[in-house]
């Protein structure tokens, strides 16, 4: 079973989507058999040591409020993953701390509201691409667009075509430490992105993709003794 | 001094470009001060070994005539490639005997002849990028699209957009033995993209990347002792 | 179900492996519920087009007589990777036509029979690691040195360290087409590699991560038409 | 003119090196007629602004005082990285503040005093190899082992065998925004790695291969408008 635990900034309307992000990405997984889905919010349920302590795949959604997050969070979350647990950046998640930590840049990238986007799979053999579509189009997403400032992912799996003439690496992963890292960059608050059934595979994928591989309980710097005599 | 040998297929008209596509890009590197430039053709110019052994850096143009390439020939290349030879394969080139021999995959894609595209530098640090413009308007291109059936590239330089609705991974490089690789996508022969002064700016980094960093004399998978007693 | 063909050239003694090596990898992964596992050889069960298009992860073990390989079943398997197929290459496969087309280089490396290998894991979030040992110790193995000609893998999972002072990249990924590739180095005939437990788990890992995740029937380069009106 | 600057954390003895790890390597560049080399010290010699500025590609040897270096400092650093600025991270360099922020990991590893080590070149076609031999033996060096706590590498160039039965990934770059990153191994201060000559023109090519290819005067996230109509 893995244990997901959706965190949503939730400081601001989301008018896509009654009841918050979390709770619309909670009912999204919710029918799946080895998923169990919890969620944590900025202000109305805060991330506790105890929830974080059981999540195998952590979904994060910020925008306007990523200076509030407070760094002891941060920096647990960074250690969880670290040990094993996986991490699903969403949309303007790419300037939260978390993101910025682990990938070592800015996150900066050029933006516009209100685009069509179609997002071209180029790395069919991926497990997060299981069964999607090889192309997939959002009528309306915000423009995210190159140059975006990232190191180059391990695995490049989408890249997304705008009707504003841009271009953007939007579905990508990274591997740190012991854990697995998938930002998807589809997910604006007032359009529908989520809603997408080729979408919704993606994101279920990514869970599968992301859950912990080799957890361990903590980090460490040993200095060790000679094997060979 | 790069010795820069350009060969063109040249078996069908290339109405952009008089005297074809080997002579106008040996006119544009033939004023830079550190390359000499030398061309071949398949029919009328057939490359030779005294001309291929002497090469520092091998432009492949092709279109409709890969199949008369010789195997001999296309050996010979790959040789000198794992030896350290640089080698740009230029638009069409994706379908060359040793493009397709050197990256392992078939090189497909789908294509349209006639759209608009853009160029998105994704990766400014790298050499071939230096003082390049972020971005490049191409009016009129062969748009190929993804899927692109290719490894991951080692450097994905550009990325292509098309007013069609298509993205492509559009300057790309690979490392193979000692040599390195770089494919680029524009060059259709109707078209003029090579023409572009940005354009210019890449294919000229690319020559002084691609250049022999440790060129070796023959490949060898040698029996060895042990170094420790 | 994953079906799996354990190939293996079976030309000369495997002095190891009572019944060969086919034999007794299979009699491994014949105690999975989720493995079906057949086998071929160069001579005595010749791989028939119906096997091969009921394979989902092919196994590949040659050393002496890769030459005797037929062309057409090369490209066969060729075709088949890019479409979707796993492909567990082993030992001395590295220098298999398969695996040379695959990766486009020689395979070539540094070679001396009898030493002690140490396997270093350096990538434990890939789940070809999962619940294996950090480090797995070979008391005898082939030695396998650098410079091995291959092109950076996607994924490095493997160091191997020897006694006779020579490292090697002993446990690779690369993505082709929609196929996954895993290369392994233990595994010479006249040692036990594939009786080590660990080494068991890393096998049946393998097979997971390399079974098709998007198999396609044909490849294709489609003319297409604008997206976009 | 490349303008490098070498700061070296000097709060403790450096037998190897008379006049401190900078002042030695400063020697070593001087004599390169592309560079001019300035030094800087955690104590003696603080890193100004103004020097910073000048900087084209720095050095950075600490050990026992990471956490003495001021965290502005490390985002300063860390801005001109991302701007441009090439940075070679030394040895116990592995556990700077500015190296875990540019990777996003621990960097943890395995380690031991009083190694021998080999070096062994695995990406020959890389400028950082360029001259260089195919392996390196360093009689005496301390032992960094894995799992090291790294993202891959962009490009791993040298694995480390030591004969205490460890490897590391002791060459290896990363690209993050305009700059270029490079990590060496060796370099314990009672060692004298850097006297090497082979060692000396690794560290003379990764001073011009970190030089900076597109330096950009600020980072920016900008609202752009469609460049379709």
Redesign the interface.
Known sequence: MIRVTIWNEFTHDQPAYEGGIHGYLKSVLDTEEDMVVKTATLRTEPMTDALLNETDVLFWWGHASHHEVPDELVEKIHDRV?R?MGLIVLHSGH?SKIFR??????G?????DG?KE?L????????I???VA?SIELPCEEMY?????I??P???IY?????????F?SGIT???????IFYFQPGHETDAAYKNPEVQKIIKNAVRWTAP??M?DA??????????G
């Not at 071209?120 to 497990?127: A, D, E, G, I, L």
């Not at 667009?145 to 400032?149: A, H, M, V, Y």
């Not at 990274?174 to 697995?180: A, D, E, L, S, V």
């Not at 040993?222 to 060979?228: A, D, R, T």
């Open positions: 670290l094993g300037h930590k682990l990938v070592g840049t800015s900066n990238l050029s933006w516009m685009a179609r071209w799979c180029v790395r069919p053999s991926h497990p691409a299981a069964g090889p667009g190159e140059p975006f400032d190191p180059q391990d695995d490049l890249v997304g075509w705008f009707n504003s003439g841009h271009v690496r990274y591997h740190r430490g012991h854990g697995k591989t080799n361990i980090l460490s710097c040993p200095n060790v003794s000679s094997l060979e």
